[in-house]
């Protein structure tokens, strides 16, 4: 019965809350935050954080060996010397000297760039955001690797584009599934918008793309007129090499690159920048102004003081054996306590293992069982946009101690024989969902 007096009638929200939802908002929202959601790792932070949990889920850089003392000097006398220009608005494209330093930094990987090139930009997931608003419409494509980045994910798809992913192997990017993807989706009658790839130590894949692959995906690229976006935080986080040269050193013109002094000093400045074509570049200010109006004054001038008074290669340095002693930590580990029907990548650079499991496990599935035996990882599933990757895992080294990378790893074993023991007794329960459409099937890396 409808009651007059009720509080749901004089309060037609009241009744909306009470009787069937929490959010009042909920039919008001744009038809694009349907498509925003959580990621599978920050989903997973609440639990992994908790000291007795051993977490290879996150990838947060690892700063405890930057030199606090001295880098609270450098922040005190920017404050004290130039504190009324460090707090003050400034440039939409970012602060002038701080660009000319960028050009600095990329320079050892090939990048020849003028400081007019570059936006500095909220970290280079601004920078994917900025990149994707200028580009995308709804219902572009836009060519990841499989698997890919969780974070460009999820912009691509803030932006309502279609993700299509492309077959990559301990190589790096295929560029023959790269040309027969770009083919198969124009033959759909869809858009392809710009290539996006991380070339070098992926995330999450840990491979690094051959020199040889560089021209070639290069080339498929040129031939079918698609723009490359390359995305490039941890190019400067290699072990054993000199740094690699960016796909961008040798187009300038086709590609456009994403940095970061997130993986090479600290994620808390949220700095990062875009070096683009001149025109792309215009467009991207416009952006970055309506977005931010300018990218933070204060972080900018503190990056750009820690370039000037810090050794921030040899810091890089000292990241480097520090991240290489993880690495080989986790490797050592997954040979000695991991099946021998699974398989994983190795890395040589960066903060990632990418694991394959053995045939008929499901990472999803078993992520309750491992945090129960108190170790976190990422099931494969956050970085594909097709609902593939159920039979792999991302491993991250970057953060804990060696010591607790090796006993979550073989935490990880152990749950991993109860899931196969299981599975021999009562047979596989996930067939595991397949790849859509002309998504280049993903075999080499799942
Ligand atoms: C591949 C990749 N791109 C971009 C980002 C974003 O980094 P930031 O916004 O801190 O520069 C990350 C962070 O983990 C990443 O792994």
């Known amino acids: 019965m409808d009651d007059p007096t009720s509080p749901e009638r004089a309060h037609p929200t009241v009744r909306t809350t009470r009787q069937t939802r929490l959010d009042t908002y909920v039919d008001r929202y744009a038809t694009r935050t349907q498509r925003m959601k959580a990621s599978e790792i920050r989903a997973l932070f609440a639990v992994a954080s908790r000291p007795e949990v051993v977490s290879l889920a996150g990838g947060m850089p690892n700063i405890s060996g930057l030199p606090l003392d001295a880098v609270a000097e450098t922040l005190a006398e920017l404050v004290m010397d130039h504190g009324t220009r460090a707090m003050q608005y400034s440039s939409g494209q970012g602060d002038p000297g701080l660009r000319e330093q960028i050009c600095a930094v990329m320079a050892p990987e090939g990048v020849v760039a003028h400081p007019d090139d570059v936006v500095v930009t909220v970290g280079s997931q601004q920078g994917l955001d900025l990149v994707t608003r200028v580009f995308c419409d709804p219902g572009d494509v836009v060519l990841c690797e499989a698997p890919s980045y969780v974070g460009a994910l999820g912009v691509f798809s803030a932006y309502e584009c279609e993700v299509v992913h492309v077959a990559m192997d301990d190589q790096g990017l295929q560029p ?235 935490r990880l074993a152990g749950v991993m024989a109860t899931d196969l023991q299981l599975r021999e007794m009562f047979g596989a329960t996930d067939a595991g969902v397949p790849s859509r459409g002309y998504s280049s099937p993903h075999t080499d890396l799942t």
């Open 176 to 410: 023959e599934a790269l040309r027969r993807t770009i083919a198969a989706v124009r033959a759909a009658g869809k858009r392809v918008k710009f290539l996006y790839t991380i070339p070098n130590f992926h995330n999450p894949a840990g491979v690094t793309l051959a020199a040889e692959r560089r021209t070639q995906v290069l080339d498929v690229c040129t031939s079918a007129d698609v723009l490359v976006v390359e995305d490039n935080p941890y190019g400067l986080l290699g072990f054993d090499t000199d740094p690699i040269r960016a796909l961008r050193a040798d187009d300038a013109e086709r590609v456009v690159y994403l940095g970061s002094f997130s993986k090479t000093f600290a994620p808390g400045f949220r700095v990062g920048w875009v070096v683009a074509p001149h025109a792309v570049r215009e467009k991207l200010v416009l952006a970055q102004e309506s977005a931010t109006l300018c990218p933070p004054t204060f972080s900018q001038l503190a990056i750009s003081a820690y370039l000037t008074h810090h050794d921030w290669q040899g810091q890089i340095k000292h990241f480097t054996t520090m991240y290489r002693e993880r690495r080989d930590a986790m490797l050592t580990a997954l040979d000695e306590h991991f099946p021998a029907t699974a398989s994983w990548t190795r890395p040589a650079g960066g903060f990632y293992v990418w694991v394959r499991l053995p045939p008929g496990l499901d990472a999803s599935a078993m992520l309750p069982r491992a945090v129960t035996a108190r170790v976190a990882y990422v099931p494969g599933t956050a970085f594909y946009a097709d609902g593939t990757g159920t039979t792999a895992m991302r491993l991250s080294y970057c953060y804990p101690s060696p010591e607790r990378i090796r006993e979550g790893v073989r």
